[in-house]
Structure formats: structure tokens, C-alpha cells
């Protein structure tokens, strides 16, 4: 059964910095694409950041460049996501998900089949 768990969310003042992990067990990790994603109230989730199995590919939203790391440690089944310069606008629930297959690269929501429950970043002005 595949599970996946976020954590790392809480709250900052803008311009600072958190770092969300993640842990997908369940599943080979290492030949599976996975992503963040994120979901603020009112607005429909969107994708953040995507790293292929092996780390070769990387995706980011155009909102985040230059602000958000997405990197893998294969060896730990861990994802990780390094945010920062971080805006109010970065204010949502972060989810970590895992592709529907492995050695498979997409970067859009249906291309996931594996959530997590999410955990919140909350972004002070």
C-alpha cells in the first residue's frame, strides 16, 4: 500500500524560508516521478515543482523560479522542497504526490496518482 506524508509547514514572515519533506513508502521510490502542489482557499490546486525518479528533470512553476529547490534523496525515500524569499502568495496547502507510473514524467495534477494530506504554509506580510 502506497503511503505519502508531508510535514515542514508553518508560519513565516515574508522573505523567509521553510523547508517541506516527504516520504513516500510503498512504491520503488527511486523510479518514480514526484511533485509538489498547492492549493490556497478559493483557488484550484496547482503544480509547484516536479523532479523525475532519478533527478535528471526538473519542473517549476513559472510563480516560484528562482525561489523554490526541489531536490531527492533516493537513498532516504525522501522529497524535499527548499522555499525561499517566501510571499504571501505562497499561502496554501502544500501536497506531495508520487506519478501514476514509475519511469513515467509528467508535470500536471492527473498525471499523480499518490497524495499526500498536505501540510499548510502560512506566508505574513
Known amino acids: 500500500q502506497v503511503q505519502v506524508v508531508e510535514s515542514g509547514g508553518g508560519l513565516v514572515q515574508a522573505g523567509g524560508s521553510l523547508r517541506l519533506s516527504c516520504t513516500a513508502t510503498?512504491?520503488?521510490?527511486?523510479?518514480?516521478?514526484m511533485g509538489w502542489f498547492r492549493q490556497a482557499p478559493g483557488t484550484e490546486r496547482e503544480g509547484v515543482s516536479c523532479i523525475s525518479w532519478g533527478g535528471v528533470s526538473t519542473y517549476y512553476a513559472d510563480s516560484v523560479k528562482g525561489r523554490f529547490t526541489i531536490s531527492r534523496d533516493n537513498a532516504k525515500k525522501t522529497l524535499l522542497l527548499q522555499m525561499d524569499s517566501l510571499k504571501p502568495a505562497d499561502t496554501a496547502v502544500y501536497y506531495c504526490a508520487a506519478h501514476r507510473f514509475p519511469a513515467r514524467w509528467g508535470s500536471r495534477e492527473t498525471d499523480f496518482g499518490y497524495w499526500g494530506q498536505g501540510t499548510q504554509v502560512t506566508v505574513s506580510s
Open positions: 510503498g512504491l520503488t521510490f527511486d523510479r518514480y516521478t
